[in-house]
Each structure stands twice: as structure tokens, then as C-alpha cells.
T-cell receptor, first 117, second 110 residues
């Protein structure tokens, strides 16, 4: 079974609709992240959470919100979808890093392809 | 501002033709550098983490190396199944939020 799962895998919606993308993980990691990927632009960080009570904006948080329901669950919402939010969305997790830790690599889910018409 | 630049953007090789991908970084206080492989429409798959200049990691036909300014991913005698986009990311400081490069798209022809 996959360690990081995302639902839905594909979604087509219309401008103005509210959309929620969900991420669950069984890796037991404290840190979770949401990225979007666009051709030619690479991965861009939307939001990240270091634990259930900690939520932080990334470089492109406008138009998005998140909820960390539990250590294992992190949801991304588009309150009112617009066409330029059409992209591939990835959830990722990592262990809690410390200055002496060598376990800081991120593990990614399979992605959600979102199309906003 | 932290920056990671990968080159070339795209690379076409014949099967068995060895080559290297470059990842140059401008990061204050590098804590580590990641390499990932990404197949079309799928999530990035972790390959290596390098923590200090001079460090090397190997996996099958891939070897990653790190200097104070850049990292290389060497591909020895590639096969068509090595075709993918390879991403690198550098992280620094206490937050451990990595900065990703835009990737190198590798195609290996049989």
C-alpha cells in the first residue's frame, strides 16, 4: 500500500466552485506539504504544516487554504476555483528535522490532476 | 534568496551513452541536497540526499556527487527505463523547506 495517498486523482471542475483535495499518510511523519506543479515552472510550495497546530504559508498561498485534521491528514481547499489553478497538485511528508537529523527528505504522493474550466 | 538551477533542461542520450546532469545552488548554509526521479504524471520519487561537499551516493546506474556550489547526477550506461525528469532540491536553515530546481528531462533512446 502507498505511504502517501491523495484523493481524488483527477478532478475537472468549473470556475467558482469550491474544491477540496485530500492527503493521507501512513509514514508517521510530522511534517506535511502541498505543492503545485506546472510545466516549465517546477514545484511550488503552497502550504506546509510541521504539526497539527502549525500551519504556514508557502510562496503561492493566495486562493488556497488548508486544514490539518490529524497528524496523518492534510487537506487543501480552493475556495473559488479559477482556470489558472489548473495544475498537478502534490502532497508530501517528511520527518521532523533537527539540526542533527539526517532524515529530512520529502516523500511525495501520486498527485491530483486538477482542471478548472 | 535561495536558488537552484538545473542544466540542461532536456537531454537525449542513446542507450549506453553515459552523461551527467548538473544542479547548481545558491543557498545560505546548505543543510542537504536531494535528488528525485519523476515519471510523467506521477509524484517525485526520492533517490538520494547529500549532506556535505565530497559526499557521493550510488544506486544502480546513478551516482550523485556534491561540491560547495553544485551537485552532479552521473548516469552510467543508461537504459530506456532511466528516461524521466530528474529534480534536485536544496535545503538550508532551521525550517528545512527545500528549494527545488525545475528539473532535467532525460530521454534514453534504445
Amino acid at each position: 500500500d502507498a505511504d502517501v495517498t491523495q484523493t481524488p486523482r483527477n478532478r475537472i471542475t468549473k470556475t467558482g466552485k469550491r474544491i477540496m483535495l485530500e492527503c493521507s499518510q501512513t509514514k508517521g511523519h510530522d511534517r506535511m506539504y502541498w505543492y503545485r506543479q506546472d510545466p516549465g515552472l517546477g514545484l511550488r510550495l503552497i502550504y506546509y504544516s510541521f504539526d497539527v497546530k502549525d500551519i504556514n504559508k508557502g510562496e503561492i498561498s493566495d486562493g488556497y487554504s488548508v486544514s490539518r485534521q490529524a497528524q496523518a491528514k492534510f487537506s487543501l481547499s480552493l475556495e473559488s476555483a479559477i482556470p489558472n489553478q489548473t495544475a498537478l497538485y502534490f502532497c508530501a511528508t517528511s520527518e521532523l528535522g533537527t539540526s542533527g537529523s539526517r532524515r529530512n527528505e520529502q516523500f511525495f504522493g501520486p498527485g491530483t490532476r486538477l482542471t478548472v474550466l | 534568496e535561495d536558488q537552484v538551477t538545473q542544466s540542461p533542461e532536456a537531454l537525449r542520450l542513446q542507450e549506453g551513452e553515459s552523461s551527467s546532469l548538473n544542479c547548481s545552488y545558491t543557498v545560505s548554509g546548505l543543510r542537504g541536497l536531494f535528488w528525485y526521479r519523476q515519471d510523467p504524471g506521477k509524484g517525485p520519487e526520492f533517490l538520494f540526499t547529500l549532506y556535505s561537499a565530497g559526499e557521493e551516493k550510488e544506486k544502480e546506474r546513478l551516482k550523485a556527487t556534491l561540491t560547495k556550489k553544485e551537485s552532479f547526477l552521473h548516469i552510467t550506461a543508461p537504459k530506456p527505463e532511466d528516461s524521466a525528469t530528474y529534480l534536485c532540491a536544496a535545503f538550508a536553515g532551521g525550517s528545512y523547506i527545500p528549494t527545488f530546481g525545475r528539473g532535467t528531462s532525460l530521454i534514453v533512446h534504445p
